[in-house]
C-alpha cells in the first residue's frame, strides 16, 4: 500500500490549503489521518478519521482544520483554513488499522506559513 500526498506549499498567514491523501492498494477498515513534524519537533497527530467518520483533532487546530474521506476512493483529506506561522511543518498521511495490524505511511508534503 502506498499513500500519495499532496497539496502543500508556501501559504500566508491566514490563507487556506487543501492536503489530499490517496491510497493504492487495500485500507480495509483504516483510521486515517494527518501528523506533522516541524523542525526540531516531534511528530504530531493533526487529525484522524475513521472509516464511519468519527474525527478527533488536536487542539491548536480545532476550528480552523477539518478533516473527510472518501471511502470510494481511498483517499484523505485535510482542510486548512485560517493558517497560522506555528502550522508550519512537514504533513504526513497515515493509514492503520489495530484490528487487521497494518500502519502505513506516505512520505510527507512541506506546508509553509509566512507571517
Known amino acids: 500500500v502506498q499513500l500519495q500526498a499532496s497539496g502543500g506549499g508556501l501559504v500566508q498567514a491566514g490563507g487556506s490549503l487543501r492536503l489530499s491523501c490517496a491510497a493504492s492498494?487495500?485500507?480495509?477498515?483504516?483510521?486515517m489521518g494527518w501528523y506533522r513534524q516541524a523542525s526540531g519537533k516531534q511528530r504530531e497527530l493533526v487529525a484522524d478519521i475513521t472509516r464511519g467518520g468519527s474525527t478527533t483533532y488536536a487542539d491548536s487546530v480545532k476550528g480552523r482544520f477539518t478533516i473527510s474521506r472518501d471511502n470510494a476512493k481511498n483517499t484523505v483529506y485535510l482542510q486548512m483554513n485560517s493558517l497560522k506561522p506555528e502550522d508550519t511543518a512537514v504533513y504526513y498521511c497515515?493509514?492503520?488499522?489495530?484490528?487487521?495490524?497494518?500502519?502505513?505511511w506516505g512520505r510527507g508534503t512541506q506546508v509553509t506559513v509566512s507571517s
Open positions: 492498494g487495500s485500507i480495509f477498515r483504516a483510521t
Open positions: 497515515n493509514a492503520r488499522s489495530v484490528i487487521y495490524q497494518y500502519d502505513y
